[in-house]
């Protein structure tokens, strides 16, 4: 299995520009989760789906943030507008059967 | 989900075990400790999780003290590749959430 994928790698972009995450989760895995990773706070969860339903969206910072899960091989992560502390790296990770989940490589976002 | 205490720094020599301690004294029954690690510019990976008893795999072994108040990660023969952050997590059963703290970074030493 290849494992999460995610693109892009990085990201850079200005203040103000939409901006889209992509993540393919392991095949068979029916609960997808994005975190985002900054030196100041830590991996953080975003949202979590389960069966490509979203479950808790707790964690999304504000209403530019929204996360898309139109079927079970594809989820989508999207800031619009996107400021200079959006920076961070995003990762998406799939869950296993023993709760344990799959991280992919992340994407590194700079906003400039 | 419990708080877990882990040391903030370790440094173990490489061909040598290295042991992470890992302190989650209000853990509940129904909590499995999970461990990850996160090797610099990756994504965190999974390592070992249990409930109460021991468990090993191919990577590491998980000793939970019998109180299961504490627990620690053996790596039984470090190697430079294991330089990492290492995350000890506390999941109640149900719970889909991981909660990562800052963890322990290991350092293993030529």
């Known amino acids: 299995d290849a494992g999460v994928i995610q693109s892009p790698r990085h990201e850079v972009t200005e203040m103000g520009q939409e901006v889209t995450l992509r993540c393919k989760p392991i095949s068979g895995h029916d609960y997808l989760f994005w975190y985002r990773q900054t030196m100041m706070r830590g991996l953080e969860l975003l949202i979590y789906f389960n069966n490509n339903v979203p479950i808790d969206d707790s964690g999304m910072p504000e209403d530019r943030f929204s996360a898309k899960m139109p079927n079970a091989s594809f989820s989508t992560l999207k800031i619009q507008p996107s400021e200079p502390r959006d920076s961070a790296v995003y990762f998406c990770?799939?869950?296993?059967?023993?709760?344990?989940?799959?991280f992919g490589p992340g994407t590194r976002l700079t906003v400039t | 989900d419990a708080k877990t205490t882990q040391p903030p720094s370790m440094d173990c020599a490489e061909g040598r075990a290295a042991n992470l301690p890992c302190n989650h004294s209000?853990?509940?029954?129904?909590?499995?400790v999970y461990w990850y690690r996160q090797i610099h510019s990756q994504g965190p990976q999974y390592i070992i999780h249990g409930l109460k008893n021991n468990e090993t795999n191919e990577m590491a072994s998980l000793i939970i003290t019998e109180d299961r108040k504490s627990s620690t990660l053996i790596l039984p023969h470090a190697t430079l590749r294991d330089t990492a952050v290492y995350y000890c997590i506390a999941r109640e059963v149900g719970n889909e959430k991981l909660t990562f703290g800052t963890g322990t970074r290991l350092t293993i030493i030529p």
């Open positions: 209000t853990i509940s029954g129904n909590e499995y």
């Open positions: 990770a799939s869950r296993g059967p023993s709760y344990e989940q799959y």
